[in-house]
C-alpha cells in the first residue's frame, strides 16, 4: 500500500520559517534564542541571506532613540499618516521596542552608519516627529544567517511553499517542490510562521520577492485578513535612466515649470517618499489638461547618492548606479519624464499583538502581515509608519513571533498527516506541468498587472471601476486552472501568478467595500473620510469557497489618541 513517504520529502521540524529574508532569520535567531532545544527551519524560494527586499539597497532605519517622545510621534501618527486606523497599542509597543532592534544589528555584526569616531550615525527623521534615522548596509543580512546557523537554526534553499497543511482549525506545516529539481516537500511543523513577504505584482524590479505567496496559502487556509484596500503603493520612477526616481517627489513639475507638490500638497506636513494621494491624482490631471509631461528635476546636490559612512557595499552600489546613469542614462541638464507604476505592497494578514494569525499553530511577520497588523493605520505598509519602517517591521515582529511560537510549540504534539488531502495537494501544485494547458504565466500577469497598476484602477478608485477590476480579475481567476508549466521554474511562476490573482481580489473588494477616503485609500464617489461609518477595519476570510467581507470597529475609546473635533 502506497504511504505518505512515497509522495515526497517528508521533513519534520518543531518550527517552520517560510522565507529567508530579513523577517525569517531574526525569527529564527529569537526563536533559537527563546528555545535552544527547538528544531528551526527556515524554507526559501531562493537563497536565504541574499533573497528578499532588504538585500536590494538596504537602506533607512527609522527608530526612537532612547531620550525621544514616544507620545508625541504616537500622537503625529495616529494623526496625520494611520488616521486612526492603526492599533494604537500595538503601534505603541513596536516603537518602544525600535531602538531594541538598532542594539539587536549592532549585537549581530551588521554594518550602521558611523561617524568618524565609530558613533552609531543618527539623523533626526524629515517623515516623523521625535523618530531618528541612521543607514544600513546591503549585506545586513549575512551576519545575521550566519548567526542564525551558529544557533543551529537549518536552511533549505529553492523550495517555493505552496500550501499550509491543516488539521481542523490548526496549521500543521506546509507543502512545496524544489525549484531546480522538481521534487515534492512535505513539511510536518508544531508552528509555522510566515516571513514571506507582501504582494508588488512584479510591476517594478526591485519589488520582484512579493508575490504574496504567505498571504494566499494563509487566505486559503482560513485565515483573516485586514486593511487589504491599503496594498495600492505608487511612487514616481523616471523614464530611461537607472531606476532613479521615487524618492522626491517635492521637485516635479509641469511643462509650465509649476512645482506640482507646492500645487497639489500645499501646507502639507510630512508625506513619506512615496506618492501622496492628492498629488498623483494632480499629476493626472496636469497631463490630461495637456501641461504634461511631468518631470523630475531635484536640485544637484539631491542626486548625490548615499555619504560615505562606513557603509562599503551600499557606496559600492550607489557609485556603481551613478557609473551606469553616466554612461547609458539621459545627458545631464535633460528633462526627466517620470513614470508612476504601482509598487503593491499587499500585506494584509490580521495578526495580534504577538504577530499570531486567526488560526492557531501560524504566525505571520514582517512584509505579510505589515498593514494586516495595524500598526501603521491607512497607509500601504511598507513604508507604512514611516519610510525607514518595512526592516524594523520586519526585525521587530520577528522578534515577537520567534519566541511566541518556541514557546507554543514546546506545549504542542507533532501531528501525523493524511495520506488522500497530501495526495491531493501535490497533484493539484503540480497540475500545471500536465500536457494540454494553453494559458503562459506571463501572459497571466500581464494581465493582472493591466488591472492592478494603473492609477484609474488602484489609486483613484470609483464603484464603477472597481468593479470592473473584479470582473477583469474574476475572468484571469477563471483561466488559472489552464496555467501551464514546461518545467518547475514555470512552475513556480504559475504559483506567483494564483497567489498573486488573489492579493488582487482581496484588495479591490476591500477597496470597494470601504465608501469612504482615508490615507491612502481615495474613493472619487466618497471623497471624504466618514469617522461615523468607517472607523472599522475591513476583515476578509474564506468561508465555503466565497471571499468573506465583514467590519470591526476601531476599539477607539480605548486608546489613547483619540479623535480630534
Ligand atoms: C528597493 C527597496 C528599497 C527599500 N528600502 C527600504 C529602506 O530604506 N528601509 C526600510 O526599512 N525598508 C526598505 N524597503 C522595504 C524592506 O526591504 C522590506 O519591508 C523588508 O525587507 C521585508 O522583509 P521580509 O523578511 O518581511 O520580506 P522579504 O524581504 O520580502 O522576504 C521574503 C522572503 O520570502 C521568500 N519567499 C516568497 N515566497 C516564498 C514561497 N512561496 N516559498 C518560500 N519562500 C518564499 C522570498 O524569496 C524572500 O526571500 C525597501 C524595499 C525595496 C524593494
Same mark, same amino acid.
Given at each position: 500500500m502506497a504511504t505518505i513517504e512515497d509522495l515526497g520529502v517528508i521533513i519534520s521540524t518543531d518550527i517552520l520559517i517560510i522565507g529567508g529574508g530579513i523577517g525569517g532569520l531574526v525569527a529564527a535567531v529569537k526563536a533559537k534564542g527563546e528555545n535552544p532545544e527547538a528544531d528551526v527551519l527556515i524554507v526559501e524560494k531562493q537563497t536565504?541571506?541574499?533573497?528578499?527586499?532588504?538585500?536590494? @539597497?538596504?537602506? @533607512?532605519?527609522?527608530?526612537?532613540?532612547?531620550?525621544?517622545?514616544?507620545?508625541?510621534?504616537?500622537?503625529?501618527? +495616529?494623526?496625520?499618516?494611520?488616521f486612526y486606523l492603526n492599533d494604537q497599542d500595538l503601534l505603541s509597543k513596536y516603537i518602544q521596542s525600535s531602538y531594541r532592534a538598532i542594539e539587536d544589528f549592532i549585537e549581530w555584526g551588521t554594518k550602521l552608519a558611523r561617524t568618524p569616531d565609530g558613533k552609531l550615525l543618527a539623523f533626526p527623521n524629515n517623515f516623523a516627529p521625535e523618530l531618528s534615522m541612521t543607514f544600513i548596509d546591503i549585506d545586513l543580512m549575512l551576519p545575521i544567517r550566519a548567526k542564525a546557523r551558529k544557533m543551529g537554526a537549518k536552511f533549505l534553499d529553492k523550495i517555493h511553499v505552496v500550501d499550509l497543511l491543516k488539521k481542523a482549525n490548526k496549521v500543521i506545516g506546509a507543502a512545496g517542490f524544489n525549484i531546480v529539481t522538481g521534487k515534492f516537500y512535505i513539511f510536518r511543523a508544531k508552528a509555522t510562521v510566515l516571513a514571506n513577504g507582501s504582494c508588488g505584482y512584479k510591476v517594478r524590479r526591485f519589488w520582484v520577492a512579493g508575490t504574496g505567496d504567505g498571504i494566499a496559502s494563509a487566505y486559503r487556509a482560513g485565515a483573516e485578513m485586514r486593511n487589504a484596500e491599503y496594498g495600492n503603493l505608487y511612487g514616481h520612477t523616471v523614464y530611461q535612466d537607472t531606476d532613479g526616481g521615487m524618492v522626491g517627489h517635492q521637485f516635479l513639475f509641469n511643462s509650465k515649470g509649476e512645482n506640482l507638490a507646492q500645487k497639489y500638497l500645499p501646507n502639507s506636513g510630512p508625506t513619506g517618499v512615496f506618492l501622496p494621494v492628492p498629488l498623483a491624482v494632480g499629476l493626472e490631471k496636469e497631463a490630461a489638461e495637456g501641461r504634461g509631461p511631468i518631470t523630475f528635476a531635484p536640485p544637484p546636490a539631491q542626486g548625490g547618492g548615499y555619504p560615505k559612512m562606513g557603509l562599503p557595499k551600499l557606496n559600492d552600489w550607489s557609485q556603481r548606479m551613478a557609473e551606469k546613469e553616466a554612461k547609458y542614462g539621459l545627458p545631464p541638464g535633460t528633462?526627466?519624464?517620470?513614470?508612476?507604476?504601482? !509598487?503593491?505592497?499587499?500585506?494584509?494578514?490580521? +495578526?495580534?499583538?504577538?504577530?499570531?494569525?486567526?488560526?492557531?499553530g501560524l504566525w505571520a511577520i514582517g512584509d505579510t502581515s505589515y498593514a494586516g497588523s495595524?500598526?501603521?493605520?491607512?497607509?500601504?505598509?511598507?513604508?507604512? @509608519?514611516?519610510?525607514?519602517?518595512? @526592516?524594523?517591521?520586519?526585525?521587530i515582529s520577528a522578534a515577537w513571533a520567534g519566541p511566541s511560537a518556541a514557546h507554543y510549540a514546546k506545549e504542542v504534539p507533532q501531528n501525523g498527516l493524511d495520506y488522500s488531502e497530501t495526495k491531493n495537494l501535490k497533484q493539484a501544485i503540480f497540475a500545471p506541468l500536465q500536457s494540454g494547458k494553453s494559458f503562459l504565466p506571463g501572459d497571466a500577469i500581464i494581465a493582472l498587472?493591466?488591472?492592478?497598476?494603473?492609477?484609474?484602477?488602484?489609486?483613484?478608485?470609483?464603484?464603477?471601476?472597481l468593479n470592473k477590476s473584479i470582473a477583469r480579475v474574476k475572468e484571469i481567476n477563471e483561466k488559472l486552472p489552464e496555467l501551464t508549466a514546461k518545467d518547475s521554474h514555470y512552475l513556480s511562476k504559475c504559483h506567483e501568478v494564483?497567489?498573486? +490573482?488573489?492579493?488582487?481580489?482581496?484588495?479591490?473588494?476591500?477597496?470597494?467595500?470601504?465608501?469612504?477616503?482615508?490615507?491612502? !485609500?481615495?474613493?472619487?464617489?466618497?471623497?471624504n473620510r466618514d469617522d461615523k461609518n468607517w472607523l472599522k477595519w475591513i476583515i476578509l476570510k474564506q468561508d465555503n469557497d466565497r471571499m468573506k467581507l465583514s467590519t470591526q470597529p476601531v476599539p477607539i475609546e480605548k486608546y489613547k489618541i483619540k479623535m480630534s473635533d
Open positions: 536565504t541571506g541574499w533573497a528578499g527586499k532588504a538585500t536590494k @539597497i538596504g537602506g @533607512i532605519l527609522a527608530f526612537l532613540g532612547p531620550n525621544n517622545n514616544g507620545d508625541k510621534f504616537l500622537d503625529f501618527q +495616529v494623526r496625520s499618516s494611520g528633462k526627466r519624464e517620470i513614470a508612476i507604476p504601482l !509598487h503593491g505592497e499587499t500585506s494584509c494578514i490580521k +495578526v495580534d499583538h504577538e504577530m499570531r494569525t486567526s488560526l492557531k495595524a500598526v501603521a493605520g491607512a497607509v500601504c505598509s511598507p513604508p507604512g @509608519i514611516t519610510p525607514g519602517s518595512g @526592516i524594523m517591521f520586519a526585525v498587472q493591466e488591472v492592478t497598476a494603473p492609477i484609474k484602477y488602484n489609486l483613484r478608485r470609483n464603484k464603477e471601476r494564483k497567489s498573486m +490573482v488573489l492579493c488582487a481580489e482581496l484588495t479591490f473588494r476591500a477597496a470597494l467595500m470601504r465608501e469612504e477616503s482615508r490615507g491612502s !485609500h481615495f474613493r472619487e464617489d466618497f471623497p
